[in-house]
């Protein structure tokens, strides 16, 4: 060991690398696979002993994949508002080249007087009765005396009217964005009523690229695609449409496109979609088979007794790479259809909980202990001796919890943990790096309450919950 330290005063001098597929500890075989399941566009199935890095693996693997192409768009269907269109627009890449004058934005200024009526009205400049003009801080016209609305709605319909008999008007708007041609202009207030004006660049008008209230994004191109599901609700999964007490009436409620909640499985489009203890789906793994096969799954309302069970959203994308983890035990409790699935297009990789003892894998363990400090961050770095102690832990662990005499353990949330605990024992007793003295007062504390001497007084309990866990707490 002593070798393998040479050179090394703390862990502050060890040199971690920037790729998180490098920071994984032990697990060589699965990382080889995993950078060709990525390249592939394959699907994963992790499965091992809690805390060996099931998540770190999908986590690092995200980093290998290249920006989404699309974002997800939802629109109004005028003939049927409760079938909103959808449309998957692709993502124009960032160019390097200086933009041409036509592209860059304009900023003009303008007097109020000056702008259009409906902008006025909105801002408050406007009477939307009379067309007189007035500053926004007058909430009634000074012509006509009736209230000045910066929502002005068709008086023929019925939302119209409740506004007409509203007293009080709501806030003007200081600033609006409306659509000429194919540019965005947006108008903004000013603190001396001067409206700031500013002309954005062309777009094309194929496609929803502005948010209003007949467009809205459901999956933008700046959302992460990597998403973590507990599989806790189905809604979590497959997405929902929230209630709106008047339903399909989109001139009293909200219109049922701006209702839809996307699911995890339309938010990893273009991603991976990390589903930890898959087998918790239960029935919910046939319907993540159906995306996982189509490529497309629907959103509809999930309560029977809400307004959003009237609307459905047809083939929302959702091109998703699935990393789903299990421990052993829990693979019978997966259906055979989707286990198929993932070994047809895929793999199911057994993650190894020791590795074996050697100086390459002693020297991971150094980085591994580094690795840790430095992501916790509040905690100071091991000296020589206490690496040597988290050694000779991750050892007694190896023999302890997995039955191996000569391997260290790739349990690394406990051993993190471990970690964790002794350097806060060493900010405790004012010290500016971990001792040996730390570890070992750490290496009790890190069993928790399940070992023989926490439950002294309940001999026949320690055995029920070692025989539970496999030996854990033996």
């Known amino acids: ?185 947006t108008y903004r207030r000013t603190f001396d009523d001067a409206i700031m004006v500013l002309h954005e660049r062309e777009f094309d008008i194929e496609t929803p690229q502005i948010e209003n209230d007949d467009n809205r994004v459901l999956v933008s191109r700046d959302s992460s695609r990597f998403v973590h599901v507990s599989g806790s609700s189905p809604v979590e999964l497959l997405g929902d449409v929230k209630h709106d007490p008047y339903g399909s009436a989109e001139s009293l409620g909200m219109a049922a496109h701006l209702r839809v909640v996307p699911g995890a499985i339309h938010e990893a489009h273009e991603g991976i979609l990390y589903v930890d203890e898959i087998a918790s789906l239960g029935e919910y793994q046939k319907h993540l088979l159906t995306a996982m096969q189509d490529r497309k799954y629907p959103i509809s309302g999930r309560n029977p007794n809400s307004s959003g069970a009237a609307v459905r959203v047809d083939d929302i994308p959702c091109d998703f790479q699935l990393f789903a983890a299990c421990n052993v035990e829990d693979l019978p409790r997966i259906v055979p259809p989707l286990r198929s699935r993932i070994r047809g297009y895929g793999y199911e990789i057994m993650l190894n909980s020791t590795m074996s003892k050697s100086d390459q894998n002693m020297q991971d363990l150094v980085y591994f202990i580094a690795q840790t400090i430095e992501e916790d961050g509040r905690i100071p770095h091991l000296t020589t001796a206490a690496i040597e102690s988290v050694i000779k832990v991750a050892e007694e662990m190896a023999s302890r919890l997995d039955g191996q005499r000569t391997a260290f353990t790739l349990r690394l949330r406990e051993l993190g943990g471990l970690v964790r605990i002794a350097g806060d024992i060493a900010v405790q007793d004012s010290e500016d790096l971990v001792l040996s003295e730390h570890v070992l007062k750490a290496e009790t504390l890190s069993r928790g309450i399940g070992n023989g001497e926490n439950l002294g007084h309940y001999p026949g309990r320690n055995r029920e919950i070692s025989k539970s866990y496999g030996d854990y707490f033996l």
């Open 1 to 185: 060991m002593t070798s393998i330290l040479e050179g090394i005063n703390s862990t502050a001098d060890v040199t971690l690398s920037d790729d998180p597929l490098e920071r994984v500890i032990g697990q060589q075989h699965a990382v080889s696979l995993v950078r060709s399941a990525v390249a592939q566009r394959r699907h994963i199935l992790l499965c091992g002993a809690p805390g060996i890095g099931k998540s770190m693996l999908a986590r690092a693997a995200y980093s290998l994949l290249p920006p989404p192409k699309e974002e997800i768009w939802l629109q109004r269907n005028p003939s049927q508002p409760d079938r909103p269109f959808v449309k998957a627009t692709l993502v124009e890449a960032e160019s390097c080249t200086n933009e041409s004058p036509a592209e860059k934005p304009e900023l003009t200024y303008i007097r109020p007087e000056t702008l259009p009526f409906e902008i006025a009205a909105k801002m408050g400049y406007r009477c939307p009765a009379c067309g007189a003009f007035s500053f926004p801080s007058q909430s009634v016209c000074m012509d006509c005396h009736g209230p000045k609305r910066s929502d002005w709605s068709e008086p023929a319909s019925y939302h119209g009217l409740l506004r007409e008999l509203s007293v009080i008007s709501e806030p003007a708007q200081t600033s609006v964005t409306r659509i000429e041609g194919t540019y965005k202009l």
